[in-house]
């Protein structure tokens, strides 16, 4: 190798290795001072990339979270008052029954009758009472079937005893049911979906003492059809019953949870908790009286009527919060699984990532001793100039 002085080819060399060793050094220590493999875009474009969406994701899933378990204590809210309309409810019960019977008298039911007001007040106070974050639960919660509906005013000769939504667009929707295919098409113009019911028919109809349900679920409505003899039903229904009825849903106050984290509609679950005033369509206390013996009897049928109304209602807000229990533990699951995903590729591997800095270190060390001799070489010209 010449000996030269201009240019010491050693010390560029070794000057050369102890920047990428310093490089490396620094990349070391980044990575085991935040835990990330990936600081930054040039670290891993395609990872970086890959790891903010998972990071959105995973932000929205927990956000999801949080609003089932807001949206199970609501519905909680609520359940808890119409508990407590139940038990109003049984106790004007047994205040018509006692009134319904000969050993009263009229002035024994004036005091029958004060109580019976008074409980029929607590009912309206409760409905108007119960609120979670300054929304009202009980005078009709999110979308619902309004009474216009034919499918429900026309429930005496088709037999419809119940109309649950869950999702349902607002709009007019339109029943297609021709006599002879057992098929039922439910639409608005826009969606439709066409259901079969021949398996659970009893020949054309629905056997007696029995309901069916016929389910829409891609429209996000349940239709319940009873048979001749069930308590809660003025009619039955046979096959052809349901053509040309309407379904109206308005639109309501809240009602629906925010449980995925894209705008599409499977990613909410939508609650709907109809009037429960005493005056109201569910309850339909309105004239109910234990002033007499025939109108005390009349009132045990409303009450009746006003029990079921809130049980089923009950049962509707239950069914929604272990659904929304199951979608927590779904959703806990999911961030779980993104998690680990997003972390290998975002973490740093501190084992590997120790055994490099240790390297780099070394080497770094190394060339900065090996760049120190390099720089002494040049002055070995001097011993030929003397």
Request: glycine share 8%.
């Amino acid at each position: 190798m010449p000996l030269r002085v201009n240019n010491n080819v050693a010390a560029l060399n070794a000057r050369r290795h102890l920047n990428m060793n310093n490089k490396v050094l620094s990349t070391r220590l980044e990575r085991l001072s935040s835990g990330l493999r990936v600081n930054r875009a040039s670290d891993d474009a395609a990872g970086l990339n890959i790891r903010e969406g998972m990071r959105a994701e995973i932000a929205g899933l927990k956000m999801n979270v949080l609003n089932a378990e807001m949206g199970s204590n609501l519905l909680q809210v609520a359940e808890g008052s119409l508990n407590e309309v139940n038990s109003v409810l049984i106790r004007m019960q047994e205040l018509a029954t006692q009134s319904a019977n000969s050993t009263v008298t009229d002035q024994n039911r004036e005091a029958i009758q004060a109580e019976f007001t008074q409980l029929s007040s607590e009912i309206d106070r409760i409905a108007q009472a119960t609120t979670y974050n300054n929304q009202n639960l009980l005078q009709g919660f999110g979308n619902s079937v309004t009474s216009a509906s034919t499918v429900v005013t026309g429930s005496d000769t088709s037999g419809v005893t119940r109309v649950n939504i869950s999702g349902a667009e607002v709009g007019t929707y339109t029943f297609a049911d021709s006599t002879g295919d057992s098929t039922i098409t439910l639409g608005n113009g826009t969606v439709s979906q066409t259901i079969s019911i021949g398996t659970i028919l009893d020949g054309t109809q629905v056997a007696t003492g029995t309901q069916i349900v016929a389910n829409f679920d891609r429209i996000g409505v349940q239709v319940t059809l009873a048979g001749a003899n069930v308590s809660n039903a003025t009619g039955q229904y046979a096959d052809g019953d349901l053509d040309a009825q309407t379904l109206i849903v308005e639109s309501g106050t809240g009602g629906s949870f925010q449980v995925g984290p894209k705008d599409r509609a499977y990613n909410r679950i939508e609650v709907s908790i109809g009037d429960m005033n005493a005056s109201g369509e569910n309850l339909n206390l309105t004239g109910a009286s234990v002033s007499s013996i025939s109108s005390s009897r009349a009132t045990i049928t409303q009450i009746d009527s006003a029990i079921l109304a809130v049980s089923l209602q009950r049962g509707d807000l239950g069914a929604f919060q272990n659904r929304l229990n199951f979608t927590i533990s779904y959703t806990e699951n999911e961030i779980e699984n993104i998690q680990a995903s997003e972390a290998s590729i975002s973490d740093a591997d501190i084992a590997a990532e120790v055994t490099l800095f240790t390297r780099a270190q070394i080497l770094s060390q190394a060339a900065t001793a090996m760049l120190a001799q390099a720089n002494v070489l040049p002055q070995n010209a001097l011993a030929l100039l003397q």
